[in-house]
């Protein structure tokens, strides 16, 4: 597997607090930009037209699906994270195919 990259774009596909703010300053202070979806989740397909636009490099989610199409959509997709339990709403075989890591992480803030 490749490791993931050291710089690009980073989507948050939504988010179950008020804003981005931890989010933002985790992933600008590694350098990368955050592009931020929905606060409530959102559906596949908008998951899948958010990659298409920004091709991010990593993909954090809560509940957003995040499908075999996107997962494919983005040449320089390296890592996929759930910010909560289970990844249930991830294409996990979809992206072991592309050699993309696929981990979790129970969010608190």
């Given at each position: 597997m490749k490791?993931?990259?050291?710089?690009?774009t980073v989507l948050l596909t939504?988010?179950?607090w008020p804003d981005d703010s931890v989010e933002r300053s985790v992933v600008e202070s590694a350098g990368h930009a955050l592009v931020t979806g929905?606060?409530?989740?959102a559906s596949a397909?908008?998951?899948e037209e958010l990659v298409a636009e920004h091709r991010?490099?990593?993909i954090l989610t809560c509940w957003a699906?995040?499908?075999a199409t996107a997962?494919?959509?983005s040449p320089d997709l390296r890592i996929v994270a759930r910010l909560g339990v289970g990844l249930d709403n991830i294409a996990v075989?979809?992206?072991?195919?592309?050699g993309v890591w696929v981990g979790g992480a129970a969010a608190q803030r």
């Open positions: 490791p993931p990259s050291r710089s690009g939504d988010h179950a929905p606060a409530e989740p397909e908008v998951v991010p490099a990593g699906p995040v499908s997962i494919g959509t075989d979809a992206a072991t195919e592309r």
